[in-house]
C-alpha cells in the first residue's frame, strides 16, 4: 500500500509566495505580483486565525465572515475579467470613419510608453487606410510628464508621415472619463450628424472606455490593439480596480 501524502497547507502557500516574491522581483514588481503576494499573505493569516478560532466561537465567527467575504471578491473578479475579456475587438465595424479618437496613456518624460505606442501604431493603420479621417489625440499632461500626451502623440503622428491638419488635439483630459467628455465636446463642434467615429485602446481597456463613453451618450465605435503578454497580466489587474473605481465614481 502507497502511503498517504499529507499536504501541509502552510508549506505550500509559503512556496507559492516565495515564487511570487521572485516573479516580482523579475518583473520589476508589478501591480499584478503584489496582488498576488497579499493574496498569498491573506490566506496564511486566515491559516493561522482558523486554527485559533477551533478554540473561540467569536473568532470562528469572523473567520467564517472572511470566508465569505474572499468568496464574494473571487466572484466578483472572475465576472469582470469575463466582461473585460468578451468586450474586445479587433475589427472595426464599418469600412470606413469620419474621425479616428485615440486615447492617451501614460509617458515616460516625453518619451511615449509601450501601451501607447500600441494605441498608436493602430492609429497608424486605421490613418492610412481612411486617408481623410480626422485624427483626435486625447491626453493631458500628468505630474510627472514634460508635455502632454496629446502633444506626445501628435509628433509620434507627425513623425511617422500624418499630415499636421488632419490631428486634432484634446489635452485637458487627466482620465479616461475626461478622455470622452473632452473629445465629445469638440466632435460636437466640428462633425456633421451622419459621421462617424471610433476610438482606439488596448484591449484589457476596451470594456470601460465603451461603458464611460455610453455615460456620455458619445455613440463611438471601437477598435482595440495588443497588449504584449508580459504586461498584460500586469494591467489587468489594475484594469480590474480600475472597473470598480468607475462603477462607484464614475
Known sequence: MKPKI?????????????I?????????????SITI?????????????????????????????????????????IVIQFHINTAVSYKQKADDYDYILILGAGLEGEEISIILRNRLELGLILARNMPSAKIIVSGGQGSDELISEAEAMQKYLIGNGIKKNRIIIEDKSSSTAENFKF??????????????????????HLFRSKKLAESFNFKVDAIACHTPLRIKLNYLAREYLAV?????FD
Open 183 to 204: 473629445s465629445k465636446v469638440i466632435y460636437d463642434q466640428i462633425s456633421d450628424e451622419n459621421e462617424k467615429i471610433i476610438f482606439i485602446s488596448n484591449d484589457f
Open 20 to 32: 511570487s516574491i521572485i516573479f516580482a522581483l523579475l518583473t520589476v514588481i508589478d501591480f499584478f
Open 6 to 18: 499529507k499536504l501541509n497547507i502552510e508549506l505550500t502557500l509559503f512556496i507559492l509566495l516565495l
Open 244 to 248: 470598480i473605481k468607475s462603477l462607484l
Open 37 to 77: 503576494i497579499i493574496f498569498l499573505l491573506a490566506l496564511i493569516v486566515l491559516k493561522k486565525i482558523k486554527d485559533v478560532s477551533n478554540r473561540n466561537k467569536y473568532i470562528m465567527l469572523i473567520f467564517s465572515l472572511l470566508k465569505i467575504g474572499i468568496i464574494f471578491w473571487i466572484i466578483n473578479f
